[in-house]
């Protein structure tokens, strides 16, 4: 029978072989945080520079929220601001995010 795979040694000597510098977490935080900056800016830059495509329906209808906020609009309807747009939501979302425990 013949052997499908045979182990051959690499040759490894092109490969410098030198001391594994870890990365500590603070580096690691510092490293997100630049590049997270550098994207903010970058896009601020972008948003300056580049004109605005859509303008919106000038149309004279009723705002309406996207389907996807249509219950918060619903309850500011019903409820004041602070408890309807805020606690209320909050403790929904809440209560969602408690539900695997």
Do not use: H
């Not at 249509?70 to 602070?82: D, K, M, N, S």
């Not at 209560?95 to 695997?100: D, E, I, V, W, Y």
């Amino acid at each position: 029978m013949k052997k499908i795979c045979q182990n051959k040694k690499r040759d490894t000597t092109a490969i410098p072989s030198g001391p594994k510098r870890r990365v500590t977490s603070r580096e690691l935080f510092v490293r997100e945080l630049l590049g997270a900056m550098v994207l903010t800016v970058v896009l601020m830059a972008l948003s300056v520079f580049l004109p605005v495509f859509y303008q919106g329906d000038n149309s004279e209808n009723t705002v309406t929220a996207p389907w996807l906020f249509i219950w918060v609009q619903e309850l500011l309807r019903y409820f004041p601001p602070l408890s309807g747009g805020v606690i209320i939501p909050l403790g929904i979302l809440g209560g969602m995010a408690a539900l695997p425990w």
